[in-house]
């Protein structure tokens, strides 16, 4: 560099550093900077100033002062790093962990539904044992065994049966299984004799051992002058829900007639929705510190609406799945996901407007069930049929399987004079709540109900899965509510084991009416139609309406108006050619649901003798 030439000299920096701190040594130390970079021989750059800024600020910032009132502290070591502690053991990585925390609930509830279906298949084995003895005693003496096991060895059942897991996972299958395969026709030919019983026979029920055992409380001599008549209303209503399954079985395989096999499937169906609203209702009237007159009549509204609630939504639901099955013809796969899905919404909708989510749930079924097998592919109609049945079995197992667990494990409070008291009691008013409401409703009946019919009705009023699951699942409030739990089981047992194994032989003894199960035939189906329309016919003469009227009514307005809606393909077919295949298909579905059906081997159940039926004009 040519030493004549003037050195470029930062102007900006002096003024920079003298911003920066007002300290008289940081200064000093800026221009002796300055002088040294007089001698130095070399051209300033952009780096080389923005390398020289830098240095000074460095500078200055280690004369400045730490401001008062600030303190500086050292910094913070990591606390789980490897510095803090030297001498810690080093692990390796595990080859092989176990975690059974994660997974210990629904490992344990899989486990026992494996072993309640093992206990299952185990009696149809042998299936004679199963002719004589109901399947549910089968369960319940298994579970008996096992709990007596868990017992022995001072282990508890796993706590998985609370209301949310009941209420919200257990029931629904098993009461969608019953409204899907309610027989409709036999259903709705008889369905004022079903809600007289289902509703006003509960009613009777639940009141009359209610008010009983109220009266027992009053004895001294039994010790339980501390329950109330609200807690024995609410017990009533909890042993007020009668189980059809292992009644319903031995009416099927000795063929009852018809209506009374209906009365009593639908009787026990709704019987369940009337039951719950109770419960929900006694429960909450248990926990009111006094009860005034208009409680009451707000509870006979609230059981209404309730009831009409549930019904509503159902029948909605219902139509919004058939009005959705009419798009799903390129996607078959998703079909039966759509009716699990509208029914279990149904349900849980209903549930959060605190309405009859069993109501909601069979109305759904019912609603469905028209109207969607007419849109699903026949694998899906299949699939839908198998997956149903598959749920409720497996809800009743593990029920009636954990009941037998839980009548070892738990604990009990035993009063033997109210235990009594409500065996004699529920059985007498289920009697006379048969002997005075077939009466009354006889006289509106097409086919009035004998006595032998009414032994019939009387004595399968067995309990079963909902009412021990509503015991169990009682609120803690309920001081006594070990002995509400003991007093169910008992009286369960003894309908279940006693009434249950006990009621074939009696029923071939007084030898109800039997149906003449013949198969049905086009021949058959077509007279019966006939003589549906002659009665619609003689009752618009006459002016007096029966349930052949209003079905007559409906199907007009169902034809003219709701299968255009719901129903992809609702053009009219030929009444004879729908009933063949209708006949044909149910004949395939119940080759299907046999233990040892042979499809290609089993005659058809629509006779080919009549085909001469087909060849008939239609008009």
Excluded at 384 to 390: F, L, T
Excluded at 485 to 513: D, K
Aim: charged content about 15%.
């Amino acid at each position: 560099m040519n030493p004549t030439e003037t050195k470029e000299v930062p102007l900006f920096l002096p003024a920079f550093v003298t911003v920066t701190s007002n300290k008289r040594s940081a200064l000093d130390r800026t221009l002796e900077i300055h002088r040294k970079m007089d001698t130095m021989d070399f051209s300033f750059t952009r780096q080389a100033a923005a390398f020289l800024i830098v240095c000074s600020c460095l500078c200055v910032s280690a004369e400045v002062s730490t401001p008062a009132g600030v303190t500086l502290l050292p910094p913070v070591q990591p606390e789980n790093g490897p510095q803090s502690y030297p001498n810690a053991k080093k692990s390796n990585l595990p080859v092989f962990t176990i975690n059974y925390s994660r997974i210990q609930i629904p490992f344990e509830i899989t486990l026992w539904m494996l072993l309640a279906s093992f206990a299952k298949v185990g009696f149809h084995v042998y299936h004679k044992i199963t002719i004589w003895v109901p399947e549910s005693c089968l369960l319940i003496s298994i579970g008996l065994i096992v709990g007596g096991i868990m017992y022995s060895v001072h282990e508890e059942p796993p706590a998985v049966l609370s209301n949310s897991v009941f209420f919200l996972y257990i029931l629904p299958p098993m009461v969608l299984e019953s409204g899907y395969f309610m027989p409709t026709r036999p259903f709705f030919e008889n369905i004022g004799t079903v809600f007289w019983f289902a509703v006003v026979g509960t009613l009777w029920n639940s009141i009359g051992i209610g008010i009983s055992l109220f009266g027992i409380c009053q004895i001294e001599a039994f010790g339980v002058q501390d329950i109330n008549l609200q807690e024995n209303l609410l017990f009533a209503s909890i042993i007020s829900a009668v189980d059809p399954v292992a009644v319903l079985t031995v009416f099927e395989d000795v063929s009852v007639n018809e209506q009374l096999y209906i009365v009593v499937f639908g009787e026990c169906l709704f019987n369940d929705a009337v039951t719950v609203v109770l419960y929900n209702m006694f429960s909450f009237v248990a926990e009111m510190p006094v009860v005034e007159p208009v409680d009451v009549f707000l509870g006979m509204a609230r059981f209404l609406v309730v009831g009409l609630g549930g019904m509503g939504f159902g029948i909605l639901f219902g139509f919004v799945a058939s009005f959705t099955t009419r798009f799903t013809s390129k996607v078959r796969e998703i079909e039966p996901l759509f009716i699990f899905m509208y029914s279990y919404l149904a349900y849980l909708v209903a549930e959060l407007f605190a309405i009859s989510s069993i109501m909601a749930i069979v109305c759904c079924a019912l609603t469905m069930k028209y109207y969607v097998e007419e849109n699903v592919s026949q694998r899906s109609c299949t699939t839908i049929r198998h997956v149903v049945k598959m749920l409720s079995s497996i809800s009743e197992t593990v029920i009636f399987f954990f009941l037998g667990v839980v009548t070892i494990t738990t604990e009990h409070e035993w009063n033997w004079g109210y235990l009594l008291f409500t065996l004699l009691f529920a059985f007498i008013w289920r009697s006379l709540g048969v002997l005075v409401l077939i009466p009354i409703i006889n006289p509106f009946r097409t086919i009035p109900l004998n006595l032998k019919d009414q032994f019939g009705l009387a004595y399968g009023g067995l309990r079963g899965a909902i009412s021990f699951a509503l015991a169990f699942t009682l609120p803690e409030s309920i001081v006594r509510k070990h002995l509400f739990v003991t007093a169910t089981i008992a009286v369960i047992l003894f309908t279940v084991f006693l009434q249950g194994i006990s009621i074939r032989p009696l029923i071939e003894l007084i030898n109800v009416r039997r149906t003449n199960r013949k198969e049905d035939l086009i021949n058959v189906e077509i007279h019966r139609r006939m003589m549906e329309h002659t009665m619609t016919g003689i009752e618009d003469i006459c002016g007096q309406w029966s349930h052949f009227y209003w079905k007559d009514k409906f199907m007009k307005f169902n034809n003219r108006f709701l299968r255009r809606i719901l129903i992809r393909d609702s053009r009219p077919e030929s009444g004879i050619v729908a009933l063949y295949k209708k006949l044909e298909l149910q004949n395939a579905m119940e080759i299907l649901d046999s233990v040892s059906g042979d499809i290609s081997s089993a005659p058809a159940i629509v006779s080919l003798q009549y085909e001469t039926w087909i060849k008939l004009p239609l008009n």
